[in-house]
């Protein structure tokens, strides 16, 4: 069973930046969040950034959005492409199928929750530089990174 879910984590990760059709427009979508929530906020609220609940936020957010219409969407286009019949036709269980979707939206929602949480530091330390690197407080980082995997899941 392990074998066939990465069968089905490989397939979906070539799949990944192909949302509708085109890898650019996918980019373009992944570029809106990363300007919003990594540049914008953090310049707005500068060094609350790194000691209040709103990169908590964020990090119920992001995940929300991306793995709440990755997922489904995986599954619609597997339909779309008249794939799904075959793929649900092949050796493969169809929980082995399931997972391998879910693991990679995890994956992948997680990862750019967390991406996006890193590179908010740059703005913040470049507006409020103080001679040394910020960071998050430990109680914030901690909880970012929790609620942005157990959101994600």
Same mark, same amino acid.
């Given at each position: 069973m392990t074998q066939d879910i990465l069968t089905m984590v490989w397939k979906e990760r070539k799949g990944l930046l192909r949302l509708r059709g085109s890898r650019t427009r996918a980019i373009l979508t992944l570029v809106v969040p990363?300007?919003?929530?990594?540049?914008v906020m953090p310049i707005q609220f500068g060094g609350e950034w790194l000691s209040t609940a709103f990169p908590v936020l964020a990090a119920v957010i992001i995940p929300l959005i991306l793995v709440g219409t990755m997922i489904p969407e995986s599954f619609a286009d597997?339909?779309?492409?008249?794939?799904?019949?075959? *793929?649900?036709? +092949?050796?493969? @269980?169809?929980?082995?199928?399931?997972?391998?979707?879910?693991?990679v939206g995890v994956a992948f929602g997680w990862c750019v929750t967390l991406g996006l *949480?890193?590179? +908010?530091?740059? @703005?913040?330390?470049?507006?409020e530089w103080t001679g040394h690197v910020q960071f998050y407080r430990p109680n914030v980082a901690a909880a970012t990174v929790t609620i942005s995997l157990l959101i994600s899941v």
């Open positions: 990363v300007v919003l929530i990594a540049i597997e339909r779309e492409r008249h794939t799904l019949e075959t *793929l649900l036709a +092949s050796r493969l @269980p169809d929980r082995a199928i399931l997972f391998g979707k879910l693991l *949480l890193i590179v +908010s530091l740059i @703005p913040v330390n470049i507006v």
